[in-house]
């Protein structure tokens, strides 16, 4: 993939989006946050709304907007981190399973535009069961060779 430089007025919607990022707020602690976990490269806050008690996010201290833009060294930093902590806060929660969640653009449900993944702990009678069903599509005869065909990468 070619990646374009991004026009004057792009780069300043990005410098807006950036002014106005609540994670980068907190970076700069503009706004409080429960702070589990800090080094050079991240901070891992306690989720304002969780899914469940204990629910939290690794938030990258430089504004990336997404995947798409999160630096390859970053994002091995990040689920290195997420193995970690999924570990971790299993064993003081003594949750029953553990779900590594991150979203991109708005259609994927992303609602803030820094990156971020999220660690949430399940329990076996906890209130968000459904937190990750979807309704399953059927594919074509013949479909499932032709994506796989466009999807392949070396
Ligand atoms: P997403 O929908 O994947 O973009 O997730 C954004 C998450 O950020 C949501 O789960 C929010 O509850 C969480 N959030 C928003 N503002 C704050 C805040 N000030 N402190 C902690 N978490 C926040
Ligand atoms: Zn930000």
């Not at 919607?13 to 429960?34: A, H, Q, W, Y």
């Not at 906890?126 to 069903?133: H, I, R, V």
């Amino acid at each position: 993939m070619i990646l374009q430089k991004s026009t004057k007025k792009e780069r300043c919607v990005l410098d807006m989006r950036k002014e106005n990022c609540i994670f980068c707020k907190i970076m700069e602690g503009e706004i409080p946050s429960s702070t589990i976990y800090e080094d050079g490269d991240f901070k891992v806050i306690l989720d304002i709304n969780p899914a469940a008690k204990g629910h939290a996010i690794i938030l990258p201290k430089e504004h990336y907007e997404n995947i798409y833009e999160l630096p390859e060294e970053l994002a091995g930093k990040a689920m290195v981190l997420a193995k970690k902590l999924a570990a971790h806060m299993t064993e003081k929660l003594e949750c029953d399973g553990f779900n590594l969640i991150q979203n991109n653009g708005e259609i994927a449900g992303q609602t803030v535009f820094h990156f971020h993944l999220h660690l949430i702990p399940r329990y076996q009678d906890g209130n968000n069961k459904d937190l990750l069903t979807w309704n399953v599509l059927q594919y074509q005869e013949g479909e499932t060779d032709k994506l796989a065909e466009l999807l392949k990468i070396d």
